[in-house]
């Protein structure tokens, strides 16, 4: 890795309701030199907090394992509800590279934060992602099938539920994924009912496990009273942000819906903002060097 080797990652948390939990992990992330967390989003509904944070590899590995360990200690699973599919306290770990860092450095990077969590914390640990080491493992969906509820049924008695690292059972915080991945947006449209039903169907028609978009996962859930498709797009070069934002609408439209807002949870790139902004106002052969400020941005993060 080169001296300005970057990284990102987007520690999830259980935890989306009591700030002050939620401050003390994130000042565990931030207090490692180096690390900058440069965005914290929480919501109550979902009861996840979602942090993200850049800076070199080691920074940034270090980082998320001291947030994990306070996580642990402050979040209790057998007391956790929230309509976001989760496995643990830390429930998800990605790790994506940004600069100067290949994504096989990063999957290096991802199994050894999952080896730290599961030997010192005593967390299961399961690989998701470029770091899968068995191919079902690939898609993070599959290892939250059925939540915390049902992996803690399941673990040391299913095979199938064994994990990578750690001791096969769970304790009060649960397991935890831990990945190596390409730039994903966290993308959630409201609807102006509280059906979630219809925001079920909807989802089951963008999402590609159900035969919709492809790089799009999608779950119809109820926010604040309001019914929610939550989307995440895995690959926005391929599937653009408003692309998977004009099939939701069509299909909100078959219900006599219509989307109200839209919601993005952490960061984008400039990069996919441009391409919602060139579709939407049609503009010829845009390129993302026509934004002022992209020639303003300093270099170093």
Same mark, same amino acid.
């Given at each position: 890795?080169?001296?300005?080797?970057?990284?990102?990652?987007?520690?999830?948390?259980?935890?989306?309701?009591?700030?002050?939990?939620?401050?003390?992990?994130?000042?565990?992330?931030?207090?490692?030199?180096?690390?900058?967390?440069?965005?914290?989003?929480?919501?109550?509904?979902?009861?996840?907090?979602?942090?993200?944070?850049?800076?070199?590899p080691?920074?940034v590995?270090?980082?998320?394992?001291?947030?994990?360990?306070?996580?642990?200690?402050?979040?209790?699973?057998?007391?956790h509800?929230?309509?976001?599919?989760?496995?643990?306290?830390?429930?998800?770990?990605?790790?994506?590279?940004?600069?100067?860092?290949?994504?096989?450095?990063?999957?290096?990077?991802?199994? #050894? *934060?999952?080896?730290?969590?599961?030997?010192?914390? +005593?967390? &299961? @640990?399961?690989?998701?992602?470029e770091?899968a %080491? !068995?191919?079902?493992?690939?898609?993070?969906?599959?290892?939250?099938?059925?939540?915390?509820?049902?992996?803690?049924?399941?673990?040391?008695?299913?095979?199938?539920?064994?994990?990578?690292?750690?001791?096969?059972?769970?304790?009060?915080?649960?397991?935890?994924?831990?990945?190596?991945?390409?730039?994903?947006?966290?993308?959630?449209?409201y609807?102006?009912?509280?059906?979630?039903?219809?925001?079920?169907?909807?989802?089951?028609?963008?999402?590609?496990?159900?035969?919709?978009?492809?790089?799009?996962?999608?779950?119809?859930?109820?926010?604040?009273?309001?019914? #929610? *498709?939550?989307m995440?797009?895995?690959?926005?070069? +391929?599937? &653009? @942000?408003?692309?998977?934002?004009?099939?939701? %609408? !069509?299909?909100?439209?078959?219900?006599?819906?219509?989307?109200?807002?839209?919601?993005?949870?952490?960061?984008?790139?400039?990069?996919?903002?441009?391409q919602?902004?060139?579709?939407?106002?049609?503009?010829?052969?845009?390129?993302?060097?026509?934004?002022?400020?992209?020639?303003?941005?300093?270099?170093?993060?």
């Amino acid at each position: 890795m080169s001296s300005q080797a970057l990284v990102e990652s987007v520690p999830n948390f259980s935890e989306g309701r009591r700030s002050d939990v939620v401050n003390r992990i994130v000042e565990a992330i931030a207090g490692v030199p180096n690390v900058r967390v440069v965005d914290v989003h929480m919501d109550a509904s979902h009861n996840r907090a979602v942090v993200t944070c850049l800076g070199p590899p080691d920074a940034v590995a270090e980082g998320v394992f001291r947030g994990a360990a306070v996580a642990a200690q402050l979040i209790d699973m057998n007391a956790h509800q929230g309509v976001h599919p989760r496995i643990g306290a830390t429930d998800v770990i990605p790790f994506v590279p940004l600069r100067g860092v290949t994504m096989d450095e990063c999957v290096a990077l991802a199994r #050894q *934060v999952a080896r730290r969590i599961g030997e010192e914390l +005593r967390i &299961p @640990v399961y690989l998701y992602g470029e770091a899968a %080491r !068995r191919p079902e493992r690939r898609e993070l969906a599959a290892i939250r099938r059925g939540g915390y509820e049902t992996l803690k049924a399941k673990i040391g008695v299913d095979p199938s539920r064994a994990p990578d690292f750690g001791p096969a059972q769970v304790g009060s915080a649960g397991a935890t994924a831990v990945g190596a991945r390409f730039f994903l947006i966290a993308f959630n449209a409201y609807l102006n009912t509280d059906d979630v039903a219809k925001a079920r169907r909807i989802a089951r028609a963008v999402r590609a496990s159900s035969g919709g978009l492809q790089h799009v996962q999608a779950i119809g859930v109820l926010v604040g009273g309001q019914a #929610q *498709v939550s989307m995440n797009l895995t690959d926005y070069r +391929r599937t &653009p @942000v408003h692309r998977a934002l004009e099939l939701v %609408r !069509r299909e909100a439209a078959r219900y006599g819906l219509v989307v109200t807002h839209t919601e993005l949870v952490g960061l984008a790139p400039l990069e996919a903002l441009a391409q919602a902004a060139a579709w939407y106002l049609q503009i010829d052969n845009f390129h993302v060097g026509q934004v002022l400020e992209t020639h303003l941005l300093d270099e170093d993060p």
